[in-house]
């Protein structure tokens, strides 16, 4: 099977409504020679905060260097959300390979009336992957209760129960002391059961667990809440009986603290059985504050103060107001989207009273009526209610009502969040397309059925764009682009009414521009969609047309900063201060010597003189934090004043704010913020932030990294380090993103991210390409001492495809290379004779025109 058809195979299963008891389960498992014997897994439970737990989980024991891998449910855009490991979705490739291994069987079942579930189906998807990609250990969040859960055909080696609420009560029972004992069923033979529960509820947890390890005020682990202290974080510390954690979590509330305290309790125990020591309290602190959780009190703006959380029912709701209350604001506008069968009216009485709601209904046929919401907030006694199709234009709609001193809260059900999210978080890509083939690849890559490639391929010459949507929005959008002449092509997964599926738009230029206008008055989120092309597109478009999503993250050059990078594509110098550098090593790093290099590689053209005082070439050291700021701030402080921007190459925090301190101007972290406290640094001092895609740095030789399509997977990694970064203070116009060349990839895969470097301008950041004397050019023949002039031929390539940044050792060789490939994009377009030091500024905002 294809990814689109193992995908509606899976999504199909869904007919088969939920099916208490593990036997399915075991059975298809059985099938499969049993994947999860052997697997270390860990069962988390509970009726809140079992998802956020689990992540938290995951993250310690990252941190703790071990292999993990995580399913949890449900997913926000994507079904392999579901799976991860090492925080890597499970690969397109996957899926598909384990439908193929699973149809047989499943078609036999189904003759016999008991075809697995979609959950079933899933989980088993999952162990199967974690044994594939040999975990370490599997963190598994529980589906329905307990007992008879899918997830409990696994014998844990530790577990936990959250907390227990009323919920399911057609499955679990009727009453707390019932479904508390029905989630103490997941509690391991040979460990104590970590859980939050309390009263009547941890009495019936003991009776079926009998060891158990209590989290709470008097408990064995004591969790308490610091409040918040940024407008994304919180403060936590936690007691144990011999061992103590202050830290803080990515998030806002005081439950999360308590979500933490199960979290380090089950990581301790975890690590201590696999390793006879338990993870330590550092790595703790690092894990619980690196466990970012889409959709769980998010704070994606602070002008206003934009909040998303998926809270579904009422307890979440209170639990939500609390967090709500730490923040200071002026009116509070809500967009409120639910499912038809939940306590729609307790939730409403749950959050603080709204000065404004604007109802709307997720695109799922279970939604709830906007109309009836809009009558449960003014029963509640919300000051005005308004109504609005769907969850897109009622986020806009409340974006826009909003003042910057305001609230905006999205809430009411993880499907509303998911939705509102592609506010933020969707990309439309550009696409090089030259011929058929390319065309047919894009498609492909789109997910779009074999006849539907033929049909429309011929049309992908013109020009192509991908973008991902809901499956509605999906079906609007094709019938406007046919309408104004153009093509589209749908992700088969687009069977699927509630899924997010990959959108292929082709056509000419014009045909684009007649496209955004007929999308601009359009409700279902279009309006929005028409934004975003228009913005990737550099459209004309209306002028009373609003700003779009990326024009306004992504900021103005005017009144802002004038970075090298806005006048064409800049030359990044690089200046290693270490002893151990795989090229340069040892050579400069006496201050004197670093600063007479920087001089002349400022002489020779450089716009940024980049400083690095930690090597991250295969097998290096860790250099400890006050030796890197010895090797780098001397050296900063004395090239600080020379006539191009210094950029400090860092992974740590700390040396990334002395550098700043001493005069640096950039921060170039190559581990994709590795370190939390990065992205608050660079927002205090406004520097633009290099994030880069790296899964290891120092490099690891050894990663075993799976990729679908390297280019496509990039981007979609790169996507949350980007919004983490944003998140932080930092508009994308001081976000650098750079896709990692050398890092976790093959050689011929960083040659398809070098050919396709234009297909991250859909970020609307600056892109940086760092290739300099890699080792990719020994798939072109040359040695680790003859790797300059494919570098030289490298610079040019990608500076004709877009790239605002080239990092680079041998400056006046690459800065030739690209004043010629800004000769070249200048006369192809206007013609005319432009001498070297107007090349960059004639470069300024060149796109590749493929018509």
């Not at 009190?297 to 998303?308: A, N, Q, S, W």
């Not at 500076?799 to 006046?812: F, M, T």
Request: aromatic share 4%; charged share 30%.
């Amino acid at each position: 099977m294809k990814f689109h058809e193992a995908a509606n195979f899976l999504y199909d299963l869904r007919r088969f409504g939920p099916r208490p008891g593990i036997e399915s389960t075991a059975d298809l498992l059985s099938h499969l020679d049993d994947p999860h014997d052997g697997l270390a897994c860990v069962q988390i439970a509970g009726s809140n905060g079992k998802g956020s737990t689990a992540r938290m989980v995951e993250s310690i024991l990252r941190e703790a260097g071990l292999t993990v891998g995580l399913f949890t449910s449900p997913h926000l855009e994507d079904l392999r959300e579901r799976i991860r490991v090492d925080g890597r979705k499970i690969q397109t490739g996957a899926v598909a390979d384990f439908a193929d291994e699973i149809a047989p069987y499943v078609r036999e079942k189904g003759a016999d009336g008991v075809s697995p579930t979609f959950f079933e189906a899933t989980t088993a998807m999952a162990l199967w992957q974690f044994d594939r990609r040999d975990v370490d250990v599997a963190v598994l969040e529980v589906g329905i209760g307990g007992k008879l859960d899918a997830t409990s055909v696994v014998d844990p080696i530790a577990s936990a129960v959250t907390t227990v609420t009323l919920e399911h009560t057609d499955v679990l029972g009727d009453t707390i002391p019932e479904i508390a004992r029905d989630k103490a069923h997941v509690a391991p033979a040979d460990a104590p059961l970590v859980t939050g529960a309390e009263g009547e509820a941890l009495d019936a947890v003991r009776e079926v667990a009998g060891d158990v390890l209590t989290v709470g005020k008097g408990d064995d682990v004591v969790p308490s809440y610091g409040g918040r202290r940024n407008h994304t974080e919180s403060a936590v510390a936690i007691e144990g009986p011999d061992w103590s954690v202050d830290g803080r979590v990515p998030t806002v509330g005081a439950y999360q603290a308590d979500n933490a305290g199960i979290a380090a309790a089950l990581a301790r125990q975890v690590t201590e059985r696999l390793s006879g020591e338990p993870v330590v309290e550092g790595k703790i602190e690092r894990g619980l504050r690196q466990a970012h959780w889409p959709g769980r009190f998010e704070v994606l703006e602070r002008d206003p103060l934009t909040v998303l959380d998926g809270a579904h029912n009422p307890g979440a709701c209170e639990k939500l107001a609390g967090a709500l209350a730490e923040f200071d604001y002026d009116d509070l506008h809500v967009v409120f989207g639910a499912m038809h069968d939940k306590a729609h009216g307790e939730m409403a009485a749950a959050l603080p009273t709204p000065d404004r709601v604007v109802a709307c209904e997720p695109d799922l046929d279970r939604s709830e009526d906007a109309a009836v919401l809009a009558e449960v907030f003014e029963r509640a006694g919300a000051g005005e209610v308004a109504t609005r199709g769907s969850v897109e234009g009622a986020v806009a709609e409340a974006l826009a009502a909003a003042d910057a001193d305001d609230c905006v809260l999205v809430t009411g059900s993880l499907f509303t969040v998911a939705e509102a999210r592609t506010r933020w978080s969707r990309l439309e890509i550009p696409r090089r397309v030259r011929d058929l083939d390319d065309a047919r690849s894009v498609l492909d890559g789109a997910h779009v059925p074999e006849a539907e490639i033929e049909r429309t391929a011929p049309d992908g010459v013109h020009r192509v764009l991908t973008t991902r949507v809901r499956t509605r929005q999906a079906r609007r959008l094709e019938a406007a682009m046919l309408a104004v002449g153009g093509d589209c092509a749908l992700s088969g997964v687009s069977e699927q009414d509630d899924a997010v599926v990959d959108v292929a738009l082709l056509g000419t230029l014009a045909e684009f521009e007649a496209l955004v206008d007929r999308l601009d008055d359009r409700d279902g989120g279009l309006g929005s969609i028409a934004d975003e092309l228009r913005a990737t597109l550099e459209l004309e478009g209306d002028a009373a047309a609003p700003e779009s999503d990326i024009d306004a993250r992504a900021g103005s050059a005017t009144g802002s900063r004038d970075y090298p990078w806005q006048d064409g594509t800049a030359v990044m110098g690089i200046l290693n201060v270490t002893p151990d550098s795989f090229h340069d090593g040892g050579e400069y790093d006496a201050v004197e010597d670093a600063a007479a290099r920087a001089e002349r590689m400022v002489e020779e053209g450089a716009d940024i003189v980049d400083v690095g005082g930690e090597s991250t070439r295969p097998g290096a050291e860790p250099v400890p934090v006050e030796e890197e700021k010895e090797r780098v701030v001397p050296v900063v402080e004395r090239v600080a004043d020379l006539d191009a921007m210094i950029s400090v190459d860092t992974r740590r925090a700390a040396v990334a704010r002395a550098a700043l301190e001493a005069g640096a101007d950039i921060l170039n972290d190559v581990s994709g913020l590795e370190d939390p406290e990065m992205r608050f640094v660079a927002a205090e001092y406004d520097a633009p932030l290099v994030v880069m895609h790296s899964v290891n740095a120092p490099v690891d030789p050894d990663a075993d990294v799976e990729y679908d399509d390297v280019v496509t997977d990039v981007i979609d990694q790169l996507r949350e380090r980007v919004l983490l970064a944003e998140k932080a203070g930092l508009d994308r116009e001081r976000i650098i993103v750079d896709p990692g060349l050398g890092f976790a990839k093959s050689a011929s895969e960083e040659f398809k991210l070098l050919g396709r470097i234009d297909e991250f301008d859909a970020f609307g950041c600056p892109v940086l390409v760092g290739h300099s004397h890699k080792s990719m050019y020994a798939l072109t023949g040359q040695s680790a001492g003859e790797r300059g002039p494919p570098t030289v031929a490298a610079s040019a390539l990608a500076a004709d495809r877009g790239a605002d940044i080239v990092r680079v050792h041998d400056v006046a060789e690459n800065v030739a290379a690209v004043n010629v490939a800004a000769a070249a994009s200048a006369s192809s377009r206007d013609d005319v004779e432009t001498g070297p030091d107007e090349l960059r500024s004639s470069a300024s905002g060149d796109e590749s025109d493929d018509e």
